[in-house]
């Protein structure tokens, strides 16, 4: 017999919410959308609606309603709310990074910890096909050194031109994604040195295994027509990449949803959990 869909209740309104976290959890048919609530009322109804649900009066209300709460919000706001959505026994769908500060990071996985409920973070292209093909490939890959990049324009106008991007840069709006990335590829980082700021950062990471990985990161490169991101690992053998241009990041989604759902109904920790949101909020803060 199937099991009935995850009730899940969204934070935020913003734009990510609208074009990723609310439909992916609509679509179903692992996940029913159950509300929104937002701290902008009007925004919550609107996204709530387009969405064939209805808007919560306030964070308890939609608490009451759900079995799971996925966060669309600043990563400030998620710590505090997903600390009380732990305790109140709700599965966690939370994004990168996880807070601000690593002191915060740590009370979310605290939380989820001690009251037994599963997290998972939405870490984009760990849940496309093409990226586990290519981590399949790189646990034999005799990797010497690795390039890795993601760069855009969204700094410069636009939905992610605002708020905490802002204000701390592509480090912790980027930088997430190629370090989870590179330490699933090439083993723990055990140094990062930092060169740069905004608009552009380098960092040059140490590998407990010798290799030896780069990343650039930036979100004020301005003529793209979308990112350029990718990892490439160098070694005696050749060559082997990741081109993110090149992919449907569409079928990210379908994977995140059937996976957290899963997780929710076995109560199976999934890899990407909070607890290894903490560690890569270590190294955001080791730069």
């Known amino acids: 017999m199937e099991e009935p869909p995850v009730r899940v209740g969204l934070v935020g309104a ?5 074009v990723m976290h609310g439909p992916t959890l609509a679509a179903g048919p692992e996940t029913a959308l159950v509300g929104v609530w937002a701290r902008r009322p009007e925004a919550a109804g609107r996204l709530a609606t387009r ?19 996925a966060f669309a919000v600043p990563p400030d706001i998620q710590a505090d709310l997903a600390v009380r959505a732990a305790e ?19 009370r979310v996985a605290k939380a989820v910890r001690e009251n037994g409920v599963v997290s998972q973070l939405v870490l984009t292209k760990r849940y ?31 939905p992610f031109a605002t708020g905490w991007r802002l204000d701390h840069g592509a480090l912790y709006d980027l930088g997430p994604h190629l370090l989870d990335l590179l330490e699933a590829a090439l083993g723990p980082i055990e140094a990062i040195d930092r060169h ?32 350029r991101a990718g990892v490439e690992l160098y070694g005696p ?6 081109d993110f ?42 730069c």
Request: glycine fraction near 10%.
């Open 245 to 286: 241009a090149t992919v449907d990041h569409a079928e990210c989604w379908p994977v995140l949803r059937a996976e957290f759902a899963h997780a929710v109904r076995t109560g199976t920790p999934h890899a990407l959990d909070a607890d290894h949101g903490v560690h890569l909020q270590r190294l955001l803060a080791s």
């Open 128 to 158: 496309h096909p093409a990226t586990r093909a290519f981590l399949a490939a790189a646990a034999s890959f005799p990797a010497i050194g690795a390039r890795s990049r993601y760069l855009h324009g969204g700094f410069l106008a636009g």
């Open 237 to 242: 053998t050749g060559v082997l990449e990741i």
């Open 14 to 18: 913003g734009h990510w919410a609208e």
């Open 51 to 69: 969405l064939g649900t209805s808007a919560a009066p306030s964070f308890d209300a939609l608490l009451d309603r759900c079995e799971a709460v």
């Open 196 to 227: 740069g700021a905004t608009p552009w950062l380098e960092l040059t990471c140490r590998h407990r295994a010798g290799a030896i990985s780069q990343l650039s990161l930036s979100g004020a490169v301005g003529g793209l027509s979308g990112s």
């Open 88 to 106: 109140a026994g709700r599965a966690v769908l939370l994004e990168k990074p996880v807070a601000l500060t690593v002191a915060d990071a740590e």
